[in-house]
């Protein structure tokens, strides 16, 4: 059983930046793929981004390249999302999820409980 547990949503202005941490736990082995995803109110779950077990890998949705940032520390068993020129349309609940043994398309075996992101002045 994994354990996902994701921190770093807050508030902040258009233009700001954040960094969400993805905490993983109880699995003895790091080969996992980790995806974030974020659902706006009224809107259906989109996926932001996805890194591979060795990290070498990594995917984003068109609308967050070039602005975020997808990373992971495998010694902290934790995945960073560095989300930088936030714009107020990025506001949404980030979960991380994990796919485990496959794939990032594939759907994810692990769910973190989320966190909140809201940009506006």
């Known amino acids: 059983q994994l354990q996902l547990v994701e921190s770093g949503g807050d508030l902040v202005q258009p233009g700001g930046s954040l960094r969400l941490s993805c905490a993983a736990s109880g699995l003895t082995t790091n080969y996992y793929n980790i995806v974030w995803f974020r659902q706006a109110p009224g809107k259906e779950r989109e996926v932001v981004s996805c890194?591979?077990?060795?990290?070498?890998?990594?995917t984003y949705a068109d609308s967050v390249k070039g602005r975020f940032t997808i990373s992971r520390d495998n010694a902290k068993n934790t995945v960073y999302l560095q989300m930088n020129s936030l714009k107020p349309e990025d506001t949404a609940v980030y979960y991380c999820?994990?796919?485990?043994?496959?794939?990032?398309?594939?759907?994810?075996?692990?769910w973190g409980q989320g966190t909140q992101v809201t940009v506006s002045s």
């Open positions: 999820a994990a796919v485990v043994g496959r794939p990032c398309g594939f759907r994810p075996d692990y």
């Open positions: 890194i591979s077990t060795s990290g070498r890998s990594t």
